[in-house]
């Protein structure tokens, strides 16, 4: 029912997340609504009128532990509907069809695959359908690798290599924003990835990977090309 304001999904776990984030989306919603409602229906029910004085009340007990418990409940019930989605995708990493090798920096993604020592800045090319293990690391600052549609989220963090994966089931061009203010940069910082048929990415494998080939879109200021080299 939300779908016109969420970016579609192309990810094999983004229905999990959606139907989290509509849940939250509904129970905020309706809390906010009988809030503001009471709010104003007490603010005139109350109002000051000639001859009315002001009580002293302690107020209700009951009604204090009632709104007390049932928040918590809710969000006990949450998180117990939560952890299964978070274990599912963050927690255990499936066996990976490809690894990609992503690092942050100021103000780029720099992308390597395994077996070839080309950096791609700013585009990432996977094929659909395939389980796509990223490594992440960042060069400097705390980054975010965000790439809504694939409902994916995941901050890079200096001096770890976090891994996390996604397996996407709709060929296209999909942006890939940082979403985590870096510097002065931070807004210009995005890339694309591109998901690809088996035969277009083996076409662009076949012309990208050899070890050397040039990146095909870097832009000019583009670093030298072995300037970081992931360890592995
Ligand atoms: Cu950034």
Redesign the pocket.
């Known amino acids: 029912m939300l779908d016109w304001w969420l970016p579609p999904n192309v990810s094999t776990f983004g229905q999990e997340i959606d139907w989290l984030f509509h849940l939250i989306y509904y129970i905020t919603g309706v809390t906010f609504v009988l809030v503001f409602v009471t709010m104003l229906a007490f603010v005139i029910i109350y109002r000051d009128r000639p001859g009315r004085t002001a009580r002293y009340t302690h107020g209700s007990t009951p009604l204090e532990i009632a709104w007390t418990v049932v928040p918590a409940l809710i969000l006990v019930i949450l998180t117990m509907l939560s952890v299964p989605a978070w274990s599912r995708i963050n927690m255990h990493v499936p066996p990976a069809d490809f690894d990609v090798n992503v690092t942050?920096k100021?103000?780029n993604w720099q992308v390597n695959y395994p077996g070839s020592d080309t950096v791609f800045l700013d585009e990432m090319h996977v094929p659909v359908n395939k389980v796509i293990r990223v490594h992440l690391r960042s060069q400097d600052?705390?980054?975010?690798f965000f790439v809504p549609q694939f409902r994916m989220k995941q901050d890079?963090v200096p001096g770890r290599e976090l891994v996390r994966w996604f397996e996407v089931m709709k060929p296209g061009k999909y942006e890939w924003p940082?979403?985590?203010?870096?510097?002065f940069g931070?807004s210009g910082?995005r890339g694309w990835i591109y998901v690809h048929t088996p035969a277009e990415y083996a076409k662009w494998a076949a012309e990208n990977l050899r070890a050397g080939a040039k990146p095909a879109a870097a832009p000019p200021e583009a670093e030298p090309k072995k300037e970081e080299k992931p360890k592995k």
């Open positions: 942050a100021q103000f600052v705390i980054h975010s890079a940082c979403a985590e203010l870096c510097g931070h910082m």
